[in-house]
């Protein structure tokens, strides 16, 4: 997906919402509400999804072009720049005010299937949380950030070889609690990992 590293956007940052789902049906039985009433609390939250620590791996299998590709997948670190060093990345200065470039290392290694014929889509769901925000998404950022790898030189990309690409986005400066978000597939469950900002 190349539209996504040829031009700059800056999206504005997208606040969690927690959406209450109720049951269809049975509104009015009494022996409903009663079972309801009686559950254990834990019964009625969804299940907070488990988050790693950083380095730790998980599996996912990504379509990669016409095939199927498993990757192991570790979400590193979290480069965090300051404000004069993201004035300088940006286009329009004015848009980054209050906000740092924050960038994902992604540690991914292909575990099975065919060679990639083109250049690898298994980091473009990766997304950057911090306080429990989502960033905007920095398209057009470097690709030669220090310890990233340029996606166009991946092209056929085999099993067994481990790369580390990059996804830079743009968080409020001075956020504290930062995570990195990866799913195998766009809108497929997330896998989270806290991590520190360095």
Do not use: F
Not at 100 to 120: F, Q, W
Not at 167 to 193: F, M
């Amino acid at each position: 997906m190349l539209y996504r590293k040829t031009a700059l956007r800056i999206a504005a940052p997208v606040a969690v919402l927690a959406l209450a789902l109720t049951a269809c049906g049975g509104g009015d039985d009494k022996k409903s509400d009663d079972k309801k009433a009686d559950a254990p609390k834990s019964q009625n939250k969804p299940a907070e999804p488990t988050a790693l620590k950083a380095g730790e791996t998980t599996t996912g299998q990504v379509k990669e072009d016409k095939a199927a590709v498993t990757y192991d997948v570790a979400a590193e670190k979290i480069d965090v720049g300051t404000a004069a060093e993201t004035k300088k990345l940006v286009s329009d200065p004015k848009q980054a005010k209050g906000l740092v470039v924050a960038t994902a290392h992604m540690k991914i290694t292909h575990k099975a299937g065919a060679p990639l014929t083109d250049t690898p889509d298994v980091a473009e769901t990766t997304e950057i949380y911090a306080d429990g925000t989502r960033g905007g998404l920095l398209i057009g950022a470097p690709e030669d950030a220090p310890g990233c790898e340029d996606e166009l030189d991946l092209e056929g990309w085999k099993k067994g070889e481990t790369h580390v690409l990059c996804e830079t986005y743009l968080i409020p400066e001075g956020s504290k609690n930062l995570e990195v978000r990866w799913s195998a597939k766009e809108d497929g469950k997330q896998v989270t990992w806290k991590v520190a900002g360095k």
